[in-house]
């Protein structure tokens, strides 16, 4: 009932940029905290950046100064401004929300992934 899609990714040289972009649809009360997770090939899904309803974000270290996430609340989308991209960043990227929903019998919030989309980048 709730779907989380990415949007934005693709081939970019080294020092490129990209906008990811990702939307909710569904019905929900309200998203709480969302954010960026990324998998490369052989590797654990780590994460990227999350912001809050508030609009706090916080980054991991490898993408501080480059990446900045932001969200649109009226628009339930978050977006993830890459920049200065290097090709340690290609990776599947998936965004991820904290959603709170209103069923016929309960409140629930539960967390939320998207499908991903690939960020290539080359040297």
């Known amino acids: 009932q709730v779907q989380l899609v990415e949007s934005g990714g693709g081939l970019v040289q080294a020092g490129g940029s990209l906008r990811l972009s990702c939307a909710a649809s569904?019905?929900?009360?309200?998203?709480?905290?969302m954010g960026w997770n990324r998998q490369a090939p052989g590797k654990q899904r780590e994460l990227v950046a999350h912001?809050?309803?508030?609009?706090?974000?916080n980054y991991a270290d490898s993408v501080k100064g480059r990446f900045t996430i932001s969200r649109d609340n009226a628009k339930n989308m978050v977006y993830l401004q890459m920049n200065s991209l290097e090709p340690e960043d290609t990776a599947v990227y998936y965004c991820?929300?904290?959603?709170?929903?209103?069923?016929?019998?309960?409140?629930?919030?539960?967390?939320?992934w998207g499908q991903g989309t690939q960020v290539t980048v080359s040297s």
């Open positions: 569904g019905r929900f009360f309200s998203i709480n905290t």
């Open positions: 991820n929300a904290v959603i709170t929903r209103r069923t016929p019998v309960a409140i629930e919030q539960n967390e939320y």
């Open positions: 912001i809050s309803s508030g609009g706090i974000s």
